[in-house]
């Protein structure tokens, strides 16, 4: 099992796209779980932070195994809108913000 949490800087011009791109998730929730399963992941939410001035978007996801293609190389829809979103917002100029698992907890009365 992968677990990461990875955020990204928003371009500080798209705030407003951005906040689309996160209703646009939300109001198609069925759909984005489906794109889940070929890539492997159990459980992916997506977190928000300002440091300083400057909006990250946090990506939390829990990978049972590597994904059979990049989201980038996907046809469904909701996968491909999600690129396009992503190639307008996020600013890849500005290196993303990578936490390391440090410890894991799980209840033990939960399966």
């Not at 996160?22 to 300002?50: G, K, W």
């Not at 049972?64 to 909701?78: C, G, K, N, Y």
Request: charged share 20%; proline share 5%; hydrophobic share 40%.
């Amino acid at each position: 099992m992968t677990i990461e949490l990875e955020g990204f800087a928003v371009k500080p011009d798209k705030l407003t796209v951005a906040h689309e791109w996160l209703a646009f998730l939300r109001e198609h929730t069925a759909a984005v779980n489906q794109t889940l399963v070929p890539e492997h992941l159990s459980r992916e939410q997506i977190f928000s932070v300002t440091i300083g001035s400057r909006l990250y978007l946090c990506w939390y996801s829990d990978a049972f195994a590597p994904a059979e293609q990049a989201v980038t190389a996907s046809r469904d829809p909701i996968d491909q809108q999600h690129v396009r979103y992503w190639n307008e917002c996020i600013d890849e100029s500005v290196p993303s913000l990578k936490f390391n698992l440090e410890n894991s907890f799980v209840n033990p009365n939960i399966d």
